[in-house]
């Protein structure tokens, strides 16, 4: 069974940074691009950013372009995001998820099998 466990998330005031970390177990961690996603309340989740399965290829949002880095740890079946410069409207559950297949960086929703509980990230002063 595949296992998806987010950590990092809490309060920061604007301006500051978080580094969030996402746990995948029970599969072939570095064979699946795996991706960052964020939901606020009465939004839909809104796609953050993606690395491929090597940690090669990367892609974000337009939002978070130039202030979000993702990036990977295969040794450790780990994913991180490292946000820095947030505003208020970075404020949301954010969520990791692991793709369903290798060949793609998936931008949606829909490309990705399986996810975690969400970790939640305030951005207030």
């Known amino acids: 069974q595949v296992q998806v466990i987010e950590s990092g998330g809490g309060l920061v005031q604007p301006g500051g940074s978080l580094r969030l970390s996402c746990v995948a177990s029970g599969r072939m961690f570095s064979m699946y691009p795996m991706g960052w996603f964020r939901q606020a309340p009465g939004k839909d989740r809104e796609f953050v950013a993606v690395i491929s399965d090597s940690g090669d290829r990367t892609d974000y949002g337009d939002s978070v372009k130039g202030r979000f880095t993702i990036s990977r740890d295969n040794s450790k079946d780990t994913v991180f995001l490292q946000m820095n410069r947030l505003r208020p409207e970075d404020t949301a559950v954010y969520y990791c998820?692991?793709?369903?297949?290798?060949?793609?960086?998936?931008?949606?929703?829909?490309?990705?099998?399986?996810w975690g509980q969400g970790t939640q990230v305030t951005v207030s002063s």
């Open positions: 998820g692991a793709a369903y297949t290798a060949s793609l960086l998936p931008k949606t929703t829909r490309g990705y099998a399986y």
